[in-house]
Structures are given as structure tokens and as C-alpha cells.
């Protein structure tokens, strides 16, 4: 029997990110009741994320005081290319050992007794914040998610655009020719000089081969594993030259990137979100802003760039909203495949 309160009907969101899970319970309204963050597993592949969401969410709901069976249904933001209708996630390559193509929401839903639906982790942010957040006053949007990697997701008139699943993919647009190799494994593109995991190994490398920097000092303080948003961001109080530099050049790639994006859409308003995209905030979307004007075409007219409004949540949130999506009977808006010519 599905749970409900005053507020009405509760469902569950996931936003699966490349080094943090969050999970949330929220009612008719998108007022959360309880949540619950997991970090990422770093290695066992789908089955271990997987695991890992059905965690959360448990832990979501007890906070929530109701059970994973008692929802109306979980909605999962996945990295990769998202097959909205069976659930499946493929080319997630910013998750461990993520091979092929995975049935991430029939594993789940198994676990929790619910149904689960899956969305892009981008553009189901996006979707949030058009419909509850910074977009809310626009009717076509580019939403971009800073963190582990890059990603697009993008409104127009009014509806996501989801292409044929792997619609978006803003972090592989190529910002260089023959340039860094991306965690892709093609080169140029802006996730490899601006993506949080292709920025730390850089880092890395730099470390080891004797640059100095306190990014890995700072970790180890935090008890982190991986060089986290937060790291970055006490990097640069700190005025960390290695971290400073990176963050510079991922600043530049971004907007490049952005202003290409916006060259082709023309949307009226873009979104900056996202681990870091959150963590740094206003200065550095208006840093964005201005790494686009050598490269966009209309600069007479302007998009709006602004921060995402939601902050961590929209993920999350923005996964919720697919539950009700289903529920309303919308199937989720994929452009036709023009027939071959005859």
C-alpha cells in the first residue's frame, strides 16, 4: 500500500553521482522528508551500485518514517545513456567498472518492492530546476552539471530534449583538436580539462612527478579518497598553485564549451550546477560567463547564466519528478529516428 501523509503521496529520489549518492524521500509538494548521502562505490561495478542505492534509499525512508515498498515509486539520476523506457544505463563511464549495459532499474525496484524509473543524472537536474528552481521563468534551457564529469541537459520549448538517450553530453563537446585525452578515451573534449576525475588525475601526476600542492594534504585531512568539491574548494582559499591552475583551465574549457553549445541551441537561459558548479557558486559562474564571450556568436543577445537554484538537491529532486511523470502518464519526450530514404 503506497504511503501517504498530509502532505499526500511520498516518492523517492536518487541522484547517483561519481562520488556521492543521495537519496530522498519527498511528498506531493517536493518537500523533503528524509535523506540520506552514501559515497559512490569505487569498485564492483553495476551490482555495487546498485546495492549501494537500495542503502540509501532504505536509509532515506527510515529517516522519512516509511517503508521503500510504501512509495509510489524511486526515480534514479544515472550518469551514462539512459534507456528511459526499460531502465537500462549504458556508457556510464564515470562509475566503477561500468561495462556494457546494466538493468539498474529492475535491480533496484527488485530490492526496494517499488517501481523505479531512470533518467539521465543531467538532464533530470535540469528538469528540476525548469520546473522548480532557476529556470522556472524560461521556456528553453541548458542546464550544466559540473563535477565529476560534465554534463548537458537541455529544455526546449518547455519539454526536455532527450534525442534518442544521449542527448546533452555538453562535457564531449571538443574544445581542442587532438587535445588531453578525456576519460572517454577520445581527446579534446571539455570533460578532460574541466571534469573533477579528469582534473584529479592530472593533479596526480603533476604531485608525483614533484609539483607541490596541498590537494592531497587536504584530502587525507577530510578523510576523503578522492579530491571532493569541498577539496578543491579549500584548495583555492588556501591558494593552491596547482590547484588554482586547474581550476583556471577548467574554467576556460567550460566556457568555450558553454558558448559553443549556445552557438547551436540558443536557448534563453543556462544553468550552472553540479558538485563544483554548487561548491564555488556565484563567482565562478560569472567567471564562466565571462570565459564565454571571446566565443559566442549572438553576444548582442545574451543568454541568462545563472546558478542552479536548488543547490544538491535538484538531482535528487529532479529524479522524483520522473516518478511523477509515470504516474501522470507522460512518457518521457525521445525525438524520432527519421526513417531511412526509400
Sequence with gaps: MEATTAQGRLRGGIDLGGTKIEAI?????????????????????????AAELVKAVRAACDAAKTEPSALQGVGVGSPGVVDEATG?????RNLPDWEGSFELGAAVSHELGTPVMVGNDVQVATDAE?????????????????????GGGIILD??????RGGAGEIGH????????????????????????AA???????????????DLFKIMKERGRTKLTSAVWAKALE??????????????????????????????????????????LGDPFVKRIRKAMEPHLFNDANWPEVMLA????????????????????GTPAPVAETPSAPG
Design 88 to 92: 537500462a544505463v549504458s556508457t556510464a
Design 173 to 196: 563537446v571538443v574544445v581542442k583538436i587532438d587535445g588531453r585525452r578525456c576519460p572517454c578515451g577520445r581527446r579534446g573534449c571539455m570533460e578532460a580539462y574541466a571534469g573533477r
Design 25 to 49: 524521500v519527498v511528498d506531493d509538494g517536493n518537500t523533503v522528508l528524509g535523506s540520506s548521502r552514501h559515497p559512490t562505490p569505487s569498485s564492483g561495478g553495476p551490482e555495487a551500485v
Design 309 to 328: 537554484g536548488l543547490g544538491d538537491l535538484g538531482g535528487a529532486l529532479g529524479a522524483a519528478l520522473l516518478v511523477s511523470r509515470r504516474a501522470e
Design 199 to 213: 582534473m584529479e588525475a592530472r593533479a596526480r601526476r603533476k604531485h608525483e612527478d614533484g609539483t607541490d600542492t
Design 158 to 163: 518547455g519539454k526536455p530534449w532527450l534525442g
Design 238 to 279: 588556501r591558494e593552491d598553485k596547482l590547484a588554482t591552475e586547474l581550476i583556471d583551465e577548467a574554467v576556460e574549457a567550460l566556457g568555450a564549451g558553454i558558448a559553443s553549445a549556445q552557438n547551436l541551441l540558443d536557448v534563453q537561459a543556462i544553468v550552472i550546477g553540479g558538485g563544483l558548479g554548487v561548491r
Design 130 to 150: 525548469f520546473e522548480l528552481g532557476a529556470g522556472r521563468p524560461y521556456q528553453s534551457l541548458l542546464g550544466v552539471m559540473w563535477g565529476t564529469g560534465v
